[in-house]
């Protein structure tokens, strides 16, 4: 079935998905000029570059920082640092956010950009694999945000769990995966096949409560038990 098309208040031509989006964003608090350099940068200089979780879902991980009030916050994956720089920017002055990348050919374009923002007193960037360095940073964490290999998210998480004090949250980005996730031609795929994988073992896991939001590529929400 076609989608609808409707108008933008520039008269664009979008279709019905593009032009919700473009409203959801309308009304939602503006991206800081600096994420926006960024999230431009990213997409410019960086392959994949919509891995970046751009002005929505940025705006969401700030709010949700806000609310929760971590002190100390994990992220695995930091790709272009947007996603941890929203994070901090939400932190209360105290606050502090360690974030990990495996991959060492990021950090010539991340470090500079982490290191260089408003928030920069706020995050530790380190070249590493979380599942087996976050427990050399010697804290408990309030918060988690896993964005990293889709392989291999349930190690990654068993690897956090242990780390996170009761009552904390996890956030994991792309449990839905475009979609894959309940797409059988996606069966052989690996990527599909760790996210299926992870889904259900957050689903059985009576350690924790969670939710799938749909938000662009799914954003599951995880909560520990006291």
Known sequence: MAKSKTQDPNHTTLDGEAALDSYVIGHSDPEPEYLYRLWRATNVHMLHGRMASGHL???LLKMLVQMVRPKRVIEVGTFSGYSALCMAEGLDPEGHLWTFEINDEQEDFTRPWIEQSPWADKVTFIIGDAATEAQKVGEMFDMAFIDG?????????EALLPLMSPGA??????????????????????QTQGIRAFNDHIATDNRVTRVILPLRDGLTIIRKNQ
Request: charged share 30%; no cysteine; proline share 3%.
């Open 57 to 59: 879902q940025g705006r």
């Open 169 to 190: 949250f996890i956030l994991a980005d792309n449990t839905l995966w475009d979609g894959h996730v309940i797409d059988p031609e996606y069966q052989r795929d690996r």
């Open 149 to 157: 290999n889709k392989r291999t998210y349930i190690e990654t998480y």
